[in-house]
């Protein structure tokens, strides 16, 4: 028992589902398991760290048969699981329809306890061995690898393993690194809102009452002094839509594999519609349930651009108008603007009520144990499935494109408005953490460029201002195929590519790329090449690695208005004058 307690706090995500949810529902799932046909499955070490330090340094190898001796020890060679009754409760994979928990995310009692023994560590990167080895580790062991750039890798492990790990990664790297957070149960804590709050918790009755009557600007304030649960979100943008009728519409864009609905507002123009081809810009948040920063700021965007829109004229005799920014109006009068702060809905109410630092869908997978399917590589464009097919993987892209439904539905959903919509979508923001980078396509290769680039680079500079001018922050400008930040496996593309790209010299055949990757299957490459998208960029927020996704709520408002400001240059850009 002991070592499954080790080895859950190695790979925390797996960890996760282990400890909550988990036992195998067949024994099929456990046969399917990466296990290699000669390991002896009867391995006789006592705990993880006696398996751990036994491994010789600097081999794949040994990697794989410390994982796979870890997995067997945990969950059986399979034979043992036959007939194992599974509470409904735990059963994973079996329903059809999906729905089997109540849709509610009252935080009530996150277990916080869960972190108290993990550390977030920043490796500093200089070699091309230190990532490599890094990287194998991080996709052997199903490390939970929090962001990574060329400078730095930032991955959470449990603080007892963190010596036998750095034992096993080269020299150089264990003297370079530094613990990000000092007390990561606390400060994942302190991102929900606090119990103090009471009576002006935005989920109560009395808070969201304060909405009744005339709308004014400021009441909002509230709502943007923490982040919010879907629970509050939904009802929240209801109230907007029936605020102002004449130009908010909400919209689904279909469901979740746990059957809510994916919400967003459209902002429009107000009075009828317009008989022309429509140009949209659409802007998304929380592909990865974790990060919060981007849900906040997709509201707060959809806030402004609400109460900031006044058709005009703008009089002394429309008093109502002067209420209104006179730069939103002019953008919505131009593009029909489309919110949707939480793609992953099932994920984000999973950090609500179970793990805060979940990241993919909880779709089940051939892995009873291992639930979650990455939505940003789920997509068909440059679909990477064949290259990492683990489920455990916090990169699983399914076993087939479009797998995860929130990002087939989304994709369903992009293409009908093009066409039935008769719209074109001319940007497409997609919002995620940490990291402070713009990065444009393509995310799936280096090796190719993408059509439009000296315009893609030349909008991201202007985003990268715009952010900029409003409180001084800086937005790193790459493509997403340098900053996309997770280490992945290669594929063809970037083998091709390998005498430029950086790779490791030792292994052989089963190469692993570090940062050169932001991974196929993105939602970035789908809407650039397959929705057309001219302008599409994906946004990681703040910050640099302080709080990573565990930004304090202090921040929500300042994001939120340096990405307002610099989605007013997307669309001033895009109106042809930047000079307004
Ligand atoms: C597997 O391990 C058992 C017990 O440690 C040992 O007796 C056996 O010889 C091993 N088999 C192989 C193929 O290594
Ligand atoms: C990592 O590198 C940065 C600058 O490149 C340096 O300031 C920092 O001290 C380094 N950290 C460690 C732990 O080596
Ligand atoms: C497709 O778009 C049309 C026009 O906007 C809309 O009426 C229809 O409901 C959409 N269909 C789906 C399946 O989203």
Known sequence: MRSIIVYCAVAAHLCTTSLSSTIPTNSESVIRLPIHEDENHSNNADTFSDIFHAAPRDSRNSWSKIRNKI????????????????????????????????????????????????????????????AAALAEAAEILFLDVWSATKDHADIRVDKDVVESLLGLLP???????????HDLAATVRETFPGSS????????????????????????????????????????????????????????????????????????????PSSGKRKAIVITGASHAREWISVSTVCYLA??????????????????????????????????????????????????TEDRLWRKNRQPTSLGFCKGIELDRSY??????????????????????FE????KNFAAWAQNLTTEGNTRIMGFLDL?????????????????????????????????????????????????CQGGGQFAQSDKDQKKDAKKAKRSQKSNGDDFMLTETGGGGSALDYFYSEIG?????????????SYGFLLPKESIKPTGQEIESMVKSLGNFLIGDDKL
């Open 71 to 130: 997995v067997v020890r945990i969950f059986g060679s399979g034979e043992k699981h036959h007939g194992v009754r599974i509470h409904p409760h735990y059963s994973s994979g079996s329903s059809s329809s999906g729905v089997q928990k109540p849709l509610g995310d009252t935080p009530s009692k996150v277990p916080y306890s869960r972190y108290q023994n993990d550390v977030v560590l920043r490796f500093n990167i200089t070699t091309t061995d230190e």
């Open 171 to 181: 020299e150089s790297l264990q003297s370079s690194h530094a613990r990000l957070m």
């Open 197 to 272: 709050e009471g009576p002006s918790n935005p989920l109560s009755p009395h808070s969201l009452s304060q909405y009744s009557g005339p709308y004014r600007p400021g009441q909002s304030e509230h709502f943007f002094s923490n982040y919010q649960p879907i629970s509050v979100i939904n009802p929240w943008m209801k109230l907007l839509r029936s605020l102002f009728p004449d130009h908010v519409e909400d919209f689904s864009i279909g469901q979740t594999y746990e059957g809510r609905e994916i919400k967003g507002l459209k902002i429009s123009k107000s009075g009828e």
């Open 303 to 352: 806030h402004a651009f609400i109460t900031g829109y006044r058709p005009r004229p703008f009089s002394e005799e429309n008093v109502e108008a002067e209420l209104g920014d006179r730069e939103i109006t002019r953008l919505v009068e131009n593009f029909d603007w489309y919110f949707i702060p939480t793609l992953n809905v099932d994920g984000y109410v999973y950090t609500w």
């Open 380 to 401: 068909s464009y440059k679909w990477g499935g064949q290259s990492q097919n683990n489920p455990c993987s916090e990169n699983y892209p399914g076993e087939k494109e």
């Open 404 to 407: 995860a439904l929130e990002s």
């Open 432 to 480: 995620h953490s940490y990291s402070q980078q713009i990065l444009y396509p393509y995310s799936y290769s280096c090796s190719q460029r993408p059509p439009d680039l000296e315009n893609l680079e030349e909008l991201a500079e202007v985003l990268a201002k715009g952010i900029r001018i409003r409180h001084g922050e800086h937005y790193e400008v790459s493509s997403a």
């Open 533 to 545: 998208v001219a302008y599409s960029y994906q946004i990681k927020l703040r910050d640099q690695g």
